[in-house]
Each structure stands twice: as C-alpha cells, then as structure tokens.
Nanobody
Framework: AQLVESGGGLAQTGGSLTLSCVTSGLSFRDATIAWFRQAPGKEREAVSCVSAPDLREYYADSVKGRFFISKDYGEETSWLQMNNLKPEDTAVYYC??????????????????WGKGTLVTVSS
C-alpha cells in the first residue's frame, strides 16, 4: 500500500493550506483515514480522521473549527483543509490508514499504513 501526501509548504499566520493524500493498494473503502502531525521534539499526534464506513469526522481540540477533513472513494484520496493557521501548527503532517479504530481519533500505534509526510511551516 502507498499513501502519498502533498500540499505542504510555508504559510503565514492566519493563512490556509490544503494537504492531499493519494492512496493506492489498500482497502480505501474500509479504512479510517487519519492525519497526524509531529512537531520537532514532540510525539506524533492525530489531528483528524474520517471513519469508515460512516464518514464521521473527528478532530483534535487544537484544530477544531479550523481544519476540515474529507475523502473521496472514487479518487481514493483524502484532503485536510487547514485554515487560520498558527505557528504551533508547524509540523510534518502524515496521512495514515487505520482499520481497527472506530469512533475516535486513532493512536499512532493503531496505524496500519503511513505516508512519508509533508512539512507545514507557519510563520508568525
């Protein structure tokens, strides 16, 4: 399976970025697709996921109301729309596929497949 992220880069405080995750070789319809991030010196944390099959969305409190997740079954792609970015959003963002977690944000240990990540830097 492959998950390939894109869309990272440099943004100013208050700006927006949209991350994409194109997948292949996995059971996309059955997967909860999650976005994690890892800042320097910090643990990897889940920021959002969209569960299967009910497409319910979950968000970390730190991004609620600013980040929005979506996925498309036909394109087997997920997006993370990030608005009103803050310097503390600076991190490498990873796309992940999870099959055993329902009804909440997954833990990193529960991820079946990872992407390689894309760097988001928010300047103050």
């Amino acid at each position: 399976a492959q998950l390939v992220e894109s869309g990272g880069g440099l943004a100013q405080t208050g700006g927006s970025l949209t991350l994409s995750c194109v997948t292949s070789g996995l059971s996309f319809r059955d997967a909860t697709i999650a976005w994690f991030r890892q800042a320097p010196g910090k643990e990897r944390e889940a920021v959002s996921c969209v569960s299967a099959p009910d497409l319910r969305e979950y968000y970390a409190d730190s991004v609620k109301g600013r980040f929005f997740i979506s996925k498309d079954y036909g394109e087997e792609t997920s997006w993370l729309q990030m608005n009103n970015l803050k310097p503390e959003d600076t991190a490498v963002y990873y796309c992940a596929a999870v099959y055993e977690t329902r009804g909440r944000l997954p833990q990193a240990s529960e991820v079946k497949f990872w992407g390689k990540g894309t760097l988001v830097t928010v300047s103050s």
